[in-house]
């Protein structure tokens, strides 16, 4: 686990202003691959669209990431580590609206308590879904109510300690029958992996100076 100031290091003191700068305005796909099990496709017709909450705890002195630990008997992905989120229902505008009302349900966090910023590429995972990151700064006031059909636990992790590139390893896994090598993310006694760790890959990216940011997370994951 990472120093207190090596995390500290890690986490630029102008972090929410570079987040709002270079977050996208919409959301968007790229054609580019992941060695977790998701990639960023342009064009994926058959997948069905889905939304996540990014949120970011703005705590202080150091801001922190909620997360969430799914349910045991869920059929997909039982006892991971997510963000909230889930399918854009055809009532949801879009996939912000998504994102909020899937939070508001799986923990009772209400809309007003977030404030949605920006987005992260899609990300097709292996599911079927073309999942929305939409990235929300989080007012520290909430009230946690688990829907227990879902989530099972919530936590937060520093956002310093997602930030640094030391933190991340590679490992390989099985996944529907195909063995490949995923990002992890080890926090206590929690393993962040697959499509969560690499959005929170994307996010470091984002508030590094890319492309040396870019390098230096790739690197790590081939560690």
Known sequence: MA???AQAQEL???WGARLRRRL?????QRATEARDGTATLAGAPTAAPAAVLVPIVQRLPAPTVLLTVRASHLRHHAG???????RIEEGDPDAVAAALRETAEELG??????????FLPDRLVRTGYR???VVGLLQPRFTLRLDGTEVAEA????LAFAMATANYRARRRTLR???MEVWELPYGEHVIWGATARILVQLRELLHDSPAATGQAEAAGRA
């Open 24 to 28: 996208l305005s919409r959301p968007e």
């Open 177 to 179: 029958d195909i063995e």
């Open 12 to 14: 630029p003191p102008d």
């Open 131 to 133: 999942i929305t990151p």
């Open 155 to 158: 936590f937060e992790l520093p």
């Open 109 to 118: 966090i209400a809309a007003s308590f977030i404030e949605p910023i920006g």
């Open 3 to 5: 120093t207190p100031l």
């Open 80 to 86: 991971q580590i997510s963000f909230p989120g889930g």
